[in-house]
């Protein structure tokens, strides 16, 4: 059973870089078949998948987030990292580290399927 935990500051001022760690236990990220993920959910949205990186390390990134983006991990911590440069407001949101069995982008309620591990998310506010 893998449990994830999400950590970071919960307020980031605009133009600044947005990082967040995801410490998960119970599973190594090496793991075959495991894809680590980040996804968020804007107020009064629907979850948007941001960015996986996978068991062997490769990364998958939503082309719309692809300039900002980098997903990374330090197998010997067993995290993963997000970071999103050059915020605004709009990415203010709830995230979330997840487990998926696939890669693939989801979108909504889409993101349920194939995820079978969230954190319990972190709420990030941008704002001056």
């Known amino acids: 059973q893998a449990q994830l935990q999400e950590s970071g500051p919960g307020l980031v001022k605009p133009s600044q870089t947005l990082s967040l760690t995801c410490t998960v236990s119970g599973v190594s990220i090496t793991t075959d078949s495991s894809y680590w993920t980040w996804i968020r959910r804007p107020p009064g949205k629907g979850l948007e998948w941001m960015g996986t990186i996978e068991y062997s390390g490769s990364t998958i990134y939503n082309p719309f987030l692809e300039s900002r983006i980098a997903v990374s991990r330090d197998t010997s911590k067993n995290q993963f990292t997000l970071q999103l440069s050059s915020v605004t407001p709009e990415d203010t949101a709830v995230y979330y580290c997840?487990?998926?069995?696939?890669?693939?982008?989801?979108?909504?309620?889409?993101?349920?399927?194939?995820?079978?591990?969230w954190g319990q998310g972190t709420q990030v506010t941008v704002s001056s």
């Open positions: 997840a487990r998926r069995d696939n890669p693939n982008y989801c979108s909504g309620d889409g993101c349920y399927y194939g995820t079978d591990f």
